[in-house]
């Protein structure tokens, strides 16, 4: 049974997307989310995910796109997603920073196919579908 994992592609008024710089391993820059929870709606899940990680409420929209990796029984869900508010929010031992960042001024590091994930919700992409066939293996950039 594959993992399946939910983000959020949350754009601010001058267009720019929240990244979240995870702690863990090389910290690496991400959309913000995390694991679909037994009994729970991707939806709902992104909408946990990201008042957790960054204080903002969110109303969960459109499907951008389904990206898989069979061969790590890995499948994430990235949506469209609009701030309706938002609640204190201090670095932790998960996300130690955030920002919202334009197509140009990407945080490094990040990886390859979380980019391709940000394009696709930059470019207005919805309900595509991408598999990799092996593992990601990546140096840090």
Known sequence: MPVVGACAAIFDERGRILCVRQQAGIGKWTLPGGHVE???TPAEAVARE???E?????TVGDLIGLYSTP????????????????????????????????????PCPMYERTMLRVFDAFDGTRGVVRVWERELVEQAS
Request: net charge negative; proline share 4%.
């Open 71 to 106: 061969a790590s029984d890995r499948l994430i869900l990235v949506f469209a997603a609009t701030a309706i508010g938002r609640s204190p929010w201090a670095p932790d031992a998960e996300i130690g920073a955030l920002g919202f960042f334009g197509r140009d001024e990407l």
């Open 50 to 52: 990201v008042r957790e």
């Open 38 to 40: 037994r009994g729970e």
């Open 54 to 58: 960054t204080g903002y409420v969110v």
